[in-house]
């Protein structure tokens, strides 16, 4: 439990300035994000204020040229007509169309494919106007008998209007199919709104599935296909703006207006034998000098782009691109916005990568150094806890010889043994528990200087197959109970230091008898061959983890936790023999993959034949 909570603290230590600092900087990307928003905002809405003051300009630089055009003269002949119309169209604006009307008001210039009945015309714009009036029951029956082509001061066409609203009121019989076809053929003219509307109006009609599918496929035309700019010109100069113009008395005709109105603006001048030469500025004439690639004219950057429009910008939501709008007329006026609307979210979209590859690396940073702090603390806590057993081991290593040296001491002291033999017997018990308590001692002097680098083998040529023999029984005799087989050739001479390979052998014995009590006999094998000698103890107990099998060879290490509590020890022992090993120029190593047993098998250099 006790691990548990440290690494949840250092879990929190480590993402809590970790999650601060990207709560930081997500409202800092938020910020910066406003910041951008607000600043493309007062870009457009300063390219827009900046067009709108261009157009102005425009209009007003065009109306005073008009005034200078040198077309006094009446309206001749069709060569006089076109001349008018040239002079005209040389000062006229690039989002405007010039136009020539003979003295009773018809379109001269520019010529449509065929000229409407202009009584028909009249009395189709009266029916439009009438709608508002008290007769508009006529005024519709009119427009539904014979004016499919008409439309409001503003240019929209009126008859689908009439039509959808008469088809949601009532079913009238074959009105629907009539309104696929008028849309088949008239879509294609509508303004893009105008099309967005419909499609919306149509989609709310209870109709057959089919019948909606056409109309749908009708309002997906994407571009005009009318006949030239006549029919737009001819409808915006019936606007009432123009209407007063050309109304105004002869002696002020020949001084040039700028009018406007619903959907159309310009100005026009009378000529002196009648007639009148202008421009025009409709939604059909804006859009396309707006989207055309020589648009230098408006002042945008690249960056930004400029549509006609002819309705108010509905409030744009936190997610969309930035638009202004700005008015030529009531409504004709001109949107500007980016060219790319992603722009703004890709900037962002690059800050907010930018911010979470920095949070996810700081939260890295900061776990991997958790997690090394974690990992010093616990083997910090470790390294204290093998002390604290190491110290536990000295005291039991030494305790028991020390104890049976003051026993036997004081027997000797107190003249309580009295035979000859018995003090013989007292005397060499000493002297083991001496050779036992030399022992420990030298094992731990071993450690202290392996640790300081200064653990050297003082070689000479040593029967390593006798001192094996000599180590066990010596084994043996500490342990009566223990058994061991013991398989040596008569002699294996060896360069190497005899009190070192002594401890190398106890160490291995002591060893199993403390790890695998149950697995006797002990089997000790002596043998030669490559010009390398080997000495391996094999026990048959439980075996080593493959986890442990590169820490047992630590100092302090002793293997299964488990195991180490009921056994006593330093954890020094396999740390000694592969120390000795080492200095010897040889190594050991821990064989055996099966279940059971461990093998520990010390490799030492035999002597050089050429020395």
């Not at 900087?25 to 928003?37: D, K, Q, V």
């Not at 009945?117 to 008290?134: F, M």
């Not at 009439?162 to 009532?170: D, T, Y």
């Not at 074959?174 to 709104?193: K, N, V």
């Amino acid at each position: 439990m006790s691990a548990r909570r440290d690494a949840a603290l250092f879990l929190a230590a480590a993402l809590v300035p970790a999650g601060a600092t990207g709560l930081l900087g997500w409202r800092a990307l938020r910020n910066e994000e406003a910041a951008l928003r607000r600043e493309a905002a007062l870009e457009v809405s300063v390219a827009a204020d900046a067009l709108g003051a261009e157009l102005e300009r425009r209009l007003a630089a065009g109306a005073r040229d008009l005034a200078a055009l040198p077309v006094d003269a009446a309206l001749g002949g069709p060569e006089a007509e076109l001349e008018a119309y040239e002079r005209t169209r040389a000062i006229t604006p690039p989002f405007a169309a010039p136009f020539v009307l003979a003295p009773d008001g018809t379109l001269l210039l520019p010529r449509a494919e065929g000229r409407a009945d202009p009584q028909r015309t009249e009395a189709c714009d009266a029916a439009v106007r009438g709608l508002s009036g008290p007769e508009r029951v006529a005024s519709r029956e009119a427009i539904f008998s014979g004016c499919e082509d008409a439309r409001d001061a503003r240019g929209r066409w009126v008859w689908p209007v009439l039509a959808v609203l008469e088809l949601r009121s009532q079913a009238t019989p074959g009105l629907g199919s009539r309104l696929a076809a008028w849309l088949e053929s008239h879509a294609s003219q509508m303004r893009p709104e105008e099309r967005a509307v419909t499609r919306e109006e149509v989609a709310s009609l209870a109709l057959d599935a089919s019948m909606k599918r056409r109309m749908t496929e009708a309002l997906a035309a994407s571009s005009p296909t009318s006949s030239g700019i006549a029919p737009t010109l001819a409808r915006a100069l019936r606007a009432d703006a123009v209407r007063e113009a050309l109304a105004r008395p002869e002696e002020d005709r020949a001084v040039p207006v700028a009018f406007e109105g619903p959907g159309v603006a310009g100005a026009l001048r009378g000529l002196g034998g009648g007639g009148h030469v202008g421009f025009v500025v409709t939604h059909e004439t804006l859009g396309p000098a707006l989207s055309a690639p020589g648009r230098g004219w408006t002042g945008l950057s690249p960056e930004l782009v400029a549509s006609a429009t002819t309705a108010p910008l509905d409030p744009a939501s936190p997610t969309e691109a930035p638009r202004a709008v700005t008015w030529v007329a009531d409504g004709l006026g001109v949107t500007v916005s980016h060219a790319d609307p992603r722009r703004l979210s890709a900037k962002t979209s690059r800050s907010e990568r930018v911010l979470i590859g920095l949070i996810a690396f700081g939260i890295a940073i900061a776990l991997g150094l958790a997690w090394l702090l974690y990992r010093r603390m616990l083997a910090t806590r470790r390294t204290s806890e093998l002390r604290t057993s190491f110290v536990a081991g000295i005291s039991h290593e030494l305790r028991t010889p020390l104890a049976s040296v003051r026993m036997l001491s004081e027997l000797l002291a107190e003249g309580r043994v009295d035979d000859e033999a018995e003090r013989t017997e007292i005397a060499e018990a000493l002297a083991r528990e001496a050779k036992r308590m030399s022992e420990t001692v030298e094992r731990f002097l071993a450690y202290a200087k392996s640790e300081r680098g200064k653990l050297v083998a003082k070689k000479d040529s040593i029967d390593l197959a006798a001192v094996a023999r000599a180590r066990v029984a010596a084994f043996v005799e500490r342990h009566p109970d223990a058994k061991v087989e013991v398989a040596a050739p008569d002699a294996l001479e060896v360069p190497a230091d005899r009190p070192q390979l002594e401890i190398v052998v106890d160490n291995l014995l002591e060893n199993a008898l403390k790890y695998a009590p149950e697995g006797q006999p002990y089997k000790v094998v002596v043998s030669a061959a490559e010009r390398v000698a080997t000495l391996s103890v094999a026990d048959d107990g439980p075996g080593i983890a493959a986890a442990q099998r590169r820490r047992v060879f630590e100092a302090f290490e002793r293997g299964d936790d488990r195991l180490s509590k009921a056994t006593s020890g330093t954890g020094l022992g396999l740390f000694l023999v592969r120390t000795i090993a080492r200095a010897h120029g040889g190594e050991v190593a821990l064989h055996g993959e099966r279940a059971r047993g461990a093998t520990f098998v010390v490799s030492l250099p035999l002597a050089d034949e050429r020395g």
